[in-house]
């Protein structure tokens, strides 16, 4: 993973340096609310419902078993013992207090993290596959142009105040994990006629109040254009995107009024513009600074290994064990290096908020990175955490230990591996709560015989338009809804977040906290009915359409 030098060093220390007196001046009442407002934001500062919230950034989602470590005693210092896993990779802290989160900042300064842009109207954090360097479908490890794109766009001063707040996800394989569709920006790795690498370009993806899928605006772009051609599109962005208007300022609004192809031309006219005023070239990416880069992430030295024995032997122990079966099925994950596998940590028991984990299973994650890994955490979008570069032959082993820790959840894929906003509980913009329906759903589908016969089901859950749970493109989607005080849910269905990216579509009238788990049985009863033989719930929907499931949920009511 990428390790700071000294420069790097020196502005998240003076970063830190710098938010301390602005919370000082704020708390002692030099700065007004207003102006301390943009401040807090770009240092990762919200203020929920009930407490502040910090975000914490982790970049393309990689930690080290000893910031890990880090953040599980400021977990237990500063907050409650818990941290939150976003769907921007992140991690929050809930209830820190407003004094203390420069004490925080400065701490997590000591383990190279910190909060800086993980809010306000700036570039956010660029995610990316959790399974990046080791994924079989890799085109190339996407990992490197996280950390170019993090460097170039860290305290931008171009692109500090955009118009609204800006996301960028990088995909390296075949397979979709990144979600880069649904990005203000997405960036495909692909290779040309000539076998040369480069990228896609995507914009004007998002959810929120206008839910846009990407559109293509350069089916190919070479490798050392990279930053040029990215500084082209935040630059027609940053000049005509709307200001006026929170809720208009996306760059989605912006591509789909122009359309795409007028965007594009926008896009290409300002980049000719960079590139003919670098006469030099010394805005391109270099092979030499792309080689640094890609030095922070080497390959490990895997060892020889005989595949076919590991296997066999895997296979025993799970005849053995249904639990390690079920858990080998649905956790563990096969790499492209022969007798090594990626293990999923579920972070989504029955009964817990999905995405929250305890200071002590922080510490439980990183022993079993020192242990089992290269001492390298990946969280993702998904909201669980993932151990990559394990050999096969030590998986009962590790997943015995996970287990202790109440990290082995065999449910990685299911619709109990839902996403699942904060909602109501703590956010301020919420309209009703997700916890509480999220738990009801885990305790009534708690068959893992039913569950694992439903199969891959994508169920998420936001508790406004915000979409923080990502909603609109869950195979089944809740979205809570405010009614003269009382708190609904509307259900979708149909999306999809993969390179068939599709948004969901409302399935009807909202209903009431109690109706929502006897709403989704009945969907999933119309879905068991009606599939073909091994046909995932997705295919169903697309093939059946939505009279089924609409008639079975209103039958009362017909």
Known sequence: MYIYDQYDQKLVDERV??????????????????????LRLQNGLYIQRLAPMLRIAVPYGLMSSSQLRKIAQISRQFDKGYVHFTTRQNIQLNWPQLAEVPDILAELATVQMHAIQTSGNCIR??????????AADEIEDPRPWCEIIRQWSTIHPEFAFLPRKF???????EEDR???????????????DSGETGFHIYAGGGLGRTPVIASSIREFLPKQHLLTYLDAILRVYNRYGNRDNKYKARIKILVKAWTPAVFAERVEAEWAEILAGDVNGVAQVTETEIQRVKSFFPVPDYKAVDAAAVDSALQAQAADNVAFSRWLERNVRNQKQPGYASITLSLKPAGVAPGDVTDRQLESIADLADQ????????????????????????????QQAKS??????????????ICCPGGDYCSLANAKSIPVAEAIQRKFDD???VYDLGDLELNISGCMNACGHHHVGHIGILGVDKKGQEWYQIQLGGSANKQAALAKVLGPSLSRDEVVDGIEKLLDVYVENRLEGEAFLNTYQRIGMDKFKERVYAQNA
């Open 17 to 38: 340096a710098q938010y301390r007196d602005q919370t000082n001046r704020y708390l002692d009442g030099q700065i007004s609310e207003e102006e301390f407002l943009p």
């Open 167 to 173: 996301k960028i996800a990088v995909c390296g394989s």
């Open 448 to 450: 893992l015989d039913y």
């Open 405 to 418: 820790g109440g990290l082995a959840t065999p449910t990685i894929g299911t619709i109990n591996d839902m």
């Open 178 to 192: 990144a979600a880069f569709l649904l990005h203000d920006i997405g960036i495909q790795l692909v290779k040309n």
């Open 372 to 399: 089992f890994s290269n001492g390298e955490v990946r969280s993702t979008h998904n909201q669980n955490v993932v151990i990559a570069d394990v050999l096969k032959s030590q998986l009962f082993e590790l997943w």
């Open 125 to 134: 954090n660029t995610t990316t596959d959790q399974f990046a360097g080791v």
